[in-house]
Nanobody
Framework: QVQLVESGGGLVQAGGSLRLSCVVS????????QGWYRQAPGKQRELVAS????????YYADFVKGRFTISRDNAENAVYLQMNGLEPEDTAVYYC?????????????WGQGTQVTVSS
């Protein structure tokens, strides 16, 4: 059974930093696309950053470029989001998303979400 466990959210002042982690547990799969999304109250969920499978092409939304860094640890089946220079507008629930390849099929999974609150 596949599980995504997120951690690292919290309350921070503007200008501060947080590091989000997402670990995929289970077996019998390889990990492809990994991404971090966020959803603020009253807004649609949006892609923040992603890292592709294989060579790992990286994408950042314009609103986080230069502030956030996505990385992965293939040995740990983990993906991270280092968030620096946080702004009140970054307040949202952050979700990790992974696309897994099993022997006979592929499937996608969401983490449970972790709250990030940035105070001004």
């Amino acid at each position: 059974q596949v599980q995504l466990v997120e951690s690292g959210g919290g309350l921070v002042q503007a200008g501060g930093s947080l590091r989000l982690s997402c670990v995929v547990s289970g077996s019998g799969f390889s990990i492809g696309f990994q991404g971090w999304y966020r959803q603020a109250p009253g807004k649609q969920r949006e892609l923040v950053a992603s890292i592709a499978g294989g060579a790992g092409a990286i994408y950042y939304a314009d609103f986080v470029k230069g502030r956030f860094t996505i990385s992965r640890d293939n040995a740990e089946n983990a993906v991270y989001l280092q968030m620096n220079g946080l702004e009140p507008e970054d307040t949202a629930v952050y979700y990790c998303y992974v696309h897994l390849r099993f022997q006979a099929f592929t499937d996608s999974y969401w983490g449970q979400g972790t709250q990030v609150t940035v105070s001004s």
